[in-house]
């Protein structure tokens, strides 16, 4: 069967009915384009996906990086696919056209990304990582690195990395071990071991930048010692002299269970270094501040994480919607003639629940991530200061849910499509394992599930006096109060504004807990985030179910494509905020009582 990665008529909706995109045109850094421009550009994506990214998704899997102690080789096809994007110039697509780029919105250069990761995420990492890398170079590097290293980067030949995490640090950064000592020509020479570093070697481009953190001698103790240092692979020869082979060396390769085409290493920097030995770092911004800089990158890297999460999600979904329509197997429950002819499995009444559970996942996650990235774009480009103000603190604290709750949900998406195509949904002859397997790794890396939680609860709901979050709440009421008059949606509105009244003082009572005991405040972080989750993409549900309701009730020359499409809308919010959103209620009980069953269990119990 012909398989769809992402549906158009959902992302032409999310772009410019629920966000309205096209009023990014108003903007002055946007007044050369158009609409038409805009899909241009994601039709171009849509082809350089399917054509070069597609092509080796199976492939790419199962024949997974190789290293023969001196060289990487990776599968032919991913070359090509990292040429392809690069030479349609999406590595420097959101860039000023000054630059060297196209100028375009973030939104835009995310949907882009998100039909690219549909087709084949192993391959995607390559341009998602040197995207993040890029963007820290040209915000905060000096003029020399941005000079020397960004013309690269933005063309293809060189890709980026970022090098936090060490074999005995996870996601602990204030203990990791890497250092940096100053040498006599202003650069540093480091030495140390990173782990989990995904596209830390390969045999794609001619060089990598990998952002390295790193603790320079003497520095303060804990976060607020670590500094950030551009460190190449190859540095690149000054004044007509030849390039040289960089102290950094891959000590290995890791065997995942999914995302196989991108490598994950093990690097060591210095290895061969003697007294005064050591791979040659670049100090980016200010010593110290490391940290703070590699969070532009880390946030950026989450967002896309989360919205990764829901394309694979999505095209799981559609492979099953498309499965359970053409799949005959059994009769109604009300049919008892043995001879009759059997039914397609999508009209047997489990089949339906469970395709409709994953569309309100899905498209609910896919919602959340747009909605996100347009709080980036807002943050950079809204006309004052204030709107610009506002979205970068709504942005910070809808990160978390942005990464970790598409990454929850829409992994249940695809186990639930495997569901529903039974034993077929468990063999590699059909693309279901292996999404699931691709999509395991996203409640994983980029913080956790548990890390997300507790930056939530621990830093931005409290954070400059809940200002984020009464934003959020203003923002919700908003939508509340414009949905009031519609009697299709009244139910929706009275669930989501009982679940925001119930997310709302338990917000209060926690950060109570906490006051007095940080430790047990903490300790059921991860409950609340599932619980502010469930209240969040309720409320994008309601905001895609208010335009479906009133485009229904107004536009009486709708055809039966749309119409089928809207109230598709509809129904998958009526599941959403009636099926879904009530769980918290009974979560709500266990941290209103500070429920301490998990916290109190002693290791030796175990």
Not at 235 to 253: F, S, T
Request: proline fraction near 5%; glycine fraction near 8%.
């Amino acid at each position: 069967m012909s398989e769809q990665l992402l549906n158009n008529r959902d992302i032409e909706f999310l772009l410019y009915e629920f966000l309205d995109t096209e009023a990014l045109l108003q903007r002055p850094r946007y007044s050369e384009h158009s609409r038409e421009v805009f899909n241009a550009t994601l039709e171009t994506a849509q082809t350089i996906a399917r054509k070069y990214f597609a092509d080796h998704y199976t492939k790419g899997d199962a024949n997974e990086p190789t290293f023969d102690g001196e060289k990487v080789t990776l599968i032919e096809e991913t070359r090509k696919a990292w040429d392809a994007f690069a030479e349609a110039g999406f590595l420097a697509a959101h860039y000023d056209f000054d630059e060297g780029g196209m100028q375009l919105p973030e939104v835009i250069l995310r949907t882009a990304m998100a039909h690219i990761s549909a087709a084949n995420v192993g391959t995607a990492a390559y341009p998602f990582l040197t995207l993040g890398a890029a963007n820290l170079v040209r915000s905060f590097a000096s003029e020399q690195l941005r000079d020397t290293y960004l013309p690269p980067m933005m063309d293809g030949r060189y890709a980026g990395t970022m090098a936090l995490t060490e074999p005995d640090q996870g996601s602990a950064l204030a203990d990791i071990r890497t250092t940096a000592t100053p040498a006599d020509d202003g650069s540093y020479r480091l030495r140390g071991q990173k782990m989990f570093i995904s596209g830390g070697d390969q045999s794609i481009t001619e060089n990598i930048v990998h952002m390295v953190l790193a603790r320079i001698k003497d520095a303060p103790p804990g976060v607020k010692g670590i500094s950030l240092f551009l460190v190449p692979k190859i540095i690149p020869g000054k004044n007509g002299e030849a390039d040289a082979r960089n102290d950094v060396k891959l000590a290995g390769l890791l065997h995942k269970m999914g995302y196989r085409n991108t490598t994950s290493t093990v690097l060591s920097f210095g290895e061969d270094a003697g007294s005064e030995g050591g791979a040659v770092g670049y100090l980016v911004g200010e010593p110290h501040r490391g940290l703070h800089y590699m969070f532009q990158m880390m946030n950026e890297a989450r967002i896309g994480v989360g919205s990764g999460a829901a394309v694979l999600g999505y095209r799981g979904y559609l492979h099953a919607l498309q499965y359970a329509r053409e799949r005959p197997q059994g009769r109604m429950p009300s049919n008892r003639d043995p001879q009759s002819r059997q039914v397609p499995i999508i009209q047997h009444a489990d089949v339906r629940r469970m395709l409709l559970m994953q569309k309100s996942y899905v498209e609910g996650g896919l919602a959340l991530c747009f909605y996100a990235s347009s709080l980036v774009e807002d943050a950079h480009s809204a006309t004052t200061p204030v709107e610009r103000e506002r979205a970068a603190e709504l942005l910070d604290l809808l990160t978390p849910i942005a990464k970790s709750w598409p990454s929850k949900y829409c992994l249940k998406a695809n186990d639930l499509a495997i569901q529903v195509l039974g034993g077929s949904g468990y063999i590699r002859e059909y693309p279901l394992e292996q999404l699931y397997r691709d999509n395991r790794l996203n409640p994983i890396h980029e913080g956790t599930e548990g890390i997300q939680a507790m930056d939530l609860l621990g830093r931005k709901v409290p954070a400059k006096g809940m200002a984020g979050y009464q934003i959020l709440t203003q923002e919700i009421h908003k939508t509340l109060s414009a949905c009031a008059g519609d009697k299709a949606l009244q139910s929706l509105v009275e669930g989501l504004n009982s679940g925001l009244n119930q997310l709302n003082g338990i917000s209060e009572n926690l950060l109570l807990q906490m006051s007095a005991d940080p430790d047990r405040g903490l300790a059921n972080a991860t409950l609340y985030l599932d619980v502010f989750g469930r209240v969040v993409v309720s409320w994008i549900w309601l905001r895609q179910a208010a335009i479906a309701s009133e485009k229904l009730a107004q536009d009486p020359a709708l055809s039966a494509e749309d119409e089928g499409f809207y109230r598709g809308k509809l129904q998958a919010a009526r599941f959403y905020i009636e099926w879904e959103l009530p769980e918290i209620t009974p979560q709500i009980a266990l941290l209103e009582s500070a429920n301490s069953v998990p916290f109190d269990m002693q290791q030796e119990w175990f």
